[in-house]
């Protein structure tokens, strides 16, 4: 700025007005400032500023320039964020739900009725904004120009050019830049060239990675796209955002302080997302169905595990960052504690129903909520149905009337209602009522589909709709609310569902921040003083709020034992660390003991899964995911046997005083250096292969663990000449285009992680295919079309499937767990002209011991995948260490003979493997790695984990 660098530390302010009050910014901004972070980071939603097409509202609580102003008058600067998109965990990505009155929108793209709307938002929006900019004396440095565009599945290239162009037409010209997640950096899209690009991450490992690259990190990842560039992590996610129905979602503080130091050692700047997250007050929680493979809406509260959490309070993510920073104290920090007040309880005076607050229209058809010019609330659609009568039976010489009053009933049955309906809805009697409940769209990914209601009648089978539509709408905005003049005294015997209840609370002194608890109440909307507070959801069917509570209820009169209060979670190849925040561990565990439940820590201390003996799960992300090797469960013990923070939490809960041992048990690790290859053999060189008719599953082979090959050949039949009408010459098909072939039946005939390689003859093996189980696609994926194989020259391949068992699944649904090829997978196009070649490598002590055709390594001369060897010469009585893979991706290790586990460290999370002194002997030391995808440089045997 000025020709000066300046690193930037910012924190997310998520500028949504409704997110923290007006009367809060000052407070909030001075979290910021002591805490040493010199910028902030403000989101800018349109479907606030534009409510309804063309009526905008930049005053009051929602007054952009007052903002900005503030934050520059305590010295801040303002990354600027202004959308038209946003995510940011905010309804439809901050996009107004107007826009889907048009039937052909097509939002964050050059469609014309989106460019139309946006260029009418922004001749408003930007105009305030350019005064604003650095060069003009204001705040702003920077835009971004949409957002996470990378990560839009119906991307139009020409979208980002058009829309930085529109923003310099309104003046602005400070630096534009793009930000995208972790996995878009590297596998992208076009990138605009002129935009600065940024990156969002939690963690630093990639999940999305080539095999030609040697990039190991994020931060990494993003230097290699534009080296001469300064590095900025856009967002670096401070936690998550929690969704109705689950769990809370938290990153470990010894894990964000980790990661914050090598981002800071990297000399990129660093924006917290989020700094502070506030409150999702009213209707405006967005969705996601990318996280569970479902549809999951966002709870009310915005909190999001922030170094300042939703009141306002500083929390121990806030002094981590001070303590990076190297910042000393402030004169301030100490009077901004917000101290909230408990105002008692209070019953319920006045209640109506809801049904007698709307006001409703007949219409021939439903139509969904967006139609009805309803943003936000409920929709109550009903309609009279009926069945035919059926005829009374007569016998058969028709003489009398046969009875049929205990005839069954012809069923009667809606269908479609994915496509009809979308939102949370009920049904009812005859008069059939449709109570459907806008409870968030979804705001990242794919935005398509998000019009909310009834889309069209549901198809009726056995019955028929006798009646036009009555269509009611209950916005629940402030209009509606402070309309109702139906309030009758409440009397709960009378209450009929779903109604409004209101109480009166009289505070005498200045009013402070509180809480609401709802105390036996189920689900709804909560209003204070006409406005909209937000969602609560306390359980689904009954008043019971809490485990310990539902498990007293089962059994009054016995004790309670917890017998497993999950310390942490188990972690699983591919994604992020599952760690317990250790705040809400003690919180948790102190309740428990109150309560006289008797705990038992799940785990105390998880250990290692040695060897294969991983489990792997279905339930938790809806598809197969395995479990890392390391059962470090982030445990009171670790995976080393060390003692951390939680261990400190449980022996104060229990204040238990200092022991005499304790201070002998630190197991400290040995770093014994690096070590190249030294020796090398092809792993189809170590196995004995048979020959079967039809291929089987690894069991029926008495094999339990490891991989196994199944090899056999295929062709395609050669094409007839084609003669000419006259058959008198022959056509040339030299050009004819090969019939397609293809795999089918896949999930049926295979089980666990394949690689296909393809040999044609008198050519090298060549790996066309590898099904990592990652992802939902690949786990789902059902066929394989290797047509591109196939040429006149080539008909005719060698094919080999190579099957890692990468963890039987061990929860829930164990069905199907026999592993390998299960049956021949269907072949169209081609055929099998061979038997089967089944070569099993369970790499045992047996098979790792017995192998003698070991050569030297040679690098240029390796094929994958291979065995690996070297030496480790101990001199002294050996001691744990941790073993690091430099450059390797893929395999198994193995320590004199023993199986150690399994290394992924392009997938991570867990990049290091322990190693226990008890494997190692003092002299030399055999160690063993198997290898499956790429070529590395050396192993390390460290002192300290990298878990992710």
């Known amino acids: 700025m000025g020709g000066e660098k300046v690193g930037l530390t910012a924190d997310a302010a998520r500028f949504i007005i409704s997110e923290f009050p007006k009367q809060s910014w000052k407070h909030r901004l001075q979290s910021v400032v002591d805490c040493g972070l010199n910028t902030i980071d403000v989101y800018i939603p349109w479907n606030l500023h534009e409510k309804e097409r063309g009526n905008f509202d930049f005053g009051g609580e929602l007054d952009l320039v007052e903002f900005f102003t503030i934050a520059a008058e305590m010295g801040l600067k303002v990354l600027c964020r202004p959308g038209p998109y946003i995510c940011s965990e905010w309804d439809w990505g901050g996009l107004p739900s107007w826009l889907l009155k048009d039937p052909k929108m097509h939002i964050r793209s050059n469609y014309c009725g989106y460019q139309a709307a946006v260029s009418s938002y922004f001749s408003k929006l930007l105009p305030l904004l350019a005064p604003l900019q650095h060069s003009n004396g204001g705040p702003i440095i920077a835009f971004q120009v949409e957002n996470e565009y990378?990560?839009?599945?119906?991307?139009?290239?020409?979208?980002?050019?058009?829309?930085?162009?529109?923003?310099?037409?309104?003046?602005?010209?400070?630096?534009?830049f793009i930000s995208d997640g972790e996995g878009v950096i590297l596998g992208g899209y076009k990138m605009p060239q002129n935009l600065l690009k940024t990156i969002n991450f939690k963690y630093l490992n990639v999940e999305k990675l080539t095999k030609s690259t040697p990039i190991c990190d994020n931060l990494q990842a993003l230097k290699s796209l534009q080296p001469n560039k300064p590095m900025l992590v856009t967002e670096f996610w401070a936690g998550w955002f929690d969704y109705w129905g689950h769990g809370r979602n938290l990153l470990?503080?010894?894990?964000?302080?980790?990661?914050?130091?090598?981002?800071?050692?990297?000399?990129?700047?660093?924006?917290?997302?989020?700094?502070?997250?506030?409150?999702?007050?009213?209707?405006?929680?967005?969705?996601?169905?990318?996280?569970?493979?479902?549809?999951?809406?966002?709870?009310?509260?915005?909190?999001?595990?922030?170094?300042?959490?939703?009141?306002?309070?500083?929390?121990?993510?806030?002094?981590?960052?001070?303590?990076?920073?190297?910042?000393?104290?402030?004169?301030?920090e100490n009077v901004y504690k917000n101290e909230a007040e408990a105002y008692g309880e209070f019953e319920a005076e006045k209640m109506v129903k809801l049904c007698e607050i709307g006001i409703s229209k007949e219409l021939d058809e439903p139509t969904n909520m967006e139609n009805l010019d309803q943003a936000f609330g409920y929709t109550s659609y009903s309609v009279f149905i009926a069945q035919p009568e059926q005829e009374p039976v007569k016998n058969e010489k028709e003489e009398k009337i046969e009875d049929i009053e205990d005839e069954p009933i012809s069923p009667v049955f809606f269908k479609n209602l994915l496509k009809s309906i979308r939102g949370r809805?009920?049904?009812?009697?005859?008069?059939?009522?449709?109570?459907?409940?806008?409870?968030?769209?979804?705001?990242?990914?794919?935005?398509?589909d998000q019009r909310m209601g009834m889309i069209s009648a549901p198809k009726l089978v056995g019955a028929s709709y006798t009646s036009s539509w009555n269509i009611c709408c209950y916005p629940l905005d402030k209009n509606q609310i402070s309309s109702i003049t139906a309030w009758t005294n409440y009397l709960q015997t009378a209450a009929v569902l779903p109604a409004l209840f209101k109480t009166t609370v009289k505070i005498l002194d200045y009013p402070k921040d509180t809480f609401i608890l709802m105390h036996g109440w189920s689900k709804g909307v909560i209003f204070v003083n006409g406005r909209n507070l937000g969602r609560y959801w306390l359980t689904k069917s009954t008043p019971i709020c809490d485990n310990l509570q539902a498990l007293k209820s089962l059994q009054p009169n016995k004790p309670m034992l917890v017998t497993e209060f999950w310390a942490g979670w188990f972690d699983y190849w591919g994604h992020g660390r599952n760690l317990l925040n250790n705040e809400v561990f003690e919180k948790t565990l102190k309740e428990i003991l109150k309560r006289g439940a008797s705990v038992n820590f799940y785990m105390f201390?998880?250990?290692?899964?040695?060897?294969?003996?991983?489990?792997?799960?279905?339930?938790?992300?809806?598809?197969?995911?395995?479990?890392?090797?390391?059962?470090?469960?982030?445990?009171?013990?670790?995976?080393?046997?060390?003692?951390?923070?939680?261990?400190?939490?449980?022996?104060?809960?229990?204040?238990?005083?200092?022991?005499?041992?304790?201070?002998?048990?630190?197991?400290?690790?040995?770093?014994?250096?690096?070590?190249?290859?030294?020796?090398?053999?092809?792993?189809?060189?170590?196995?004995?292969?048979?020959?079967?008719?039809e291929p089987t599953n690894m069991e029926n082979l008495d094999q339990a663990f490891g991989y196994t090959s199944y090899s056999v050949f295929i062709a395609q039949p050669e094409q007839e000449p084609v003669k000419n009408e006259k058959e008198e010459e022959i056509e040339d098909i030299e050009d004819k285009t090969i019939s397609p072939v293809f795999f089918k039946n896949l999930l049926k005939s295979i089980r666990g992680r394949y690689r296909v390689f393809f040999t044609a003859p008198g050519g090298a093996k060549e790996e066309v295919f590898c099904n990592q189980l990652l992802t939902e696609k690949c786990c789902t994926r059902d066929e394989l079309d290797v047509s591109q194989q196939f040429s006149k020259e080539k008909r005719s391949f060698l094919v080999e499937f190579l099957i890692e068992n990468p963890g039987r699944v061990n929860f829930s649904n164990l069905k199907d767990q026999r592993m390998g090829m299960i049956s021949a997978p269907k072949l169209v196009g081609a055929s099998y002209t061979s038997s089967w070649n089944i070569c099993c490598y369970p790499l045992d002590k047996n098979q790792i011991s017995s192998i003698t055709t070991w050569t030297d390594y040679l690098q240029n001369a390796a094929v994958l995948p291979s065995l690996f060897k070297t030496t480790v010469k101990i001199l002294d009585d050996p001691k744990d260490t941790f073993i690091l893979m430099h450059g390797w991706s893929k395999g198994v290790i193995f320590v004199n003979g023993r199986n150690l586990g399994r290394y992924w460290v392009t997938k991570g999370p867990q990049k290091t493997l322990y190693l226990p002194a008890s494997w190692l002997i003092k002299g030399e030391n055999e160690i063993i790695w198997l290898e499956e995808e790429q070529l590395g440089m050396t192993i390390e045997l460290v002192s300290s984990p990298d878990l992710g």
């Open 252 to 332: 470990n503080n010894d894990v964000f302080e980790k990661t914050l130091k090598e981002i800071l050692k990297r000399g990129a700047s660093v924006n917290f997302y989020m700094f502070h997250g506030g409150t999702n007050f009213g209707f405006m929680n967005g969705a996601i169905e990318l996280e569970k493979g479902y549809y999951t809406a966002d709870v009310t509260s915005y909190d999001y595990d922030c170094p300042v959490d939703e009141s306002g309070n500083r929390t121990e993510k806030w002094e981590i960052i001070k303590r990076c920073l190297d910042v000393q104290k402030t004169s301030s």
């Open 150 to 176: 990378g990560d839009y599945v119906d991307k139009d290239n020409e979208h980002l050019p058009w829309l930085a162009d529109l923003m310099k037409s309104h003046g602005l010209f400070e630096l534009f």
């Open 425 to 448: 809805y009920q049904k009812r009697s005859f008069l059939v009522e449709f109570l459907i409940e806008n409870p968030g769209r979804v705001n990242f990914s794919n935005l398509k």
């Open 605 to 693: 201390h998880g250990g290692t899964n040695f060897g294969f003996m991983n489990g792997a799960i279905e339930l938790e992300k809806g598809y197969y995911t395995a479990d890392v090797t390391s059962y470090d469960y982030d445990c009171p013990v670790d995976e080393s046997g060390n003692r951390t923070e939680k261990w400190e939490i449980i022996r104060r809960c229990l204040n238990v005083q200092k022991t005499s041992s304790e201070n002998v048990y630190k197991n400290e690790a040995e770093p014994y250096g690096e070590f190249e290859a030294e020796k090398m053999v092809k792993l189809c060189e170590i196995g004995i292969s048979k020959e079967f008719d």
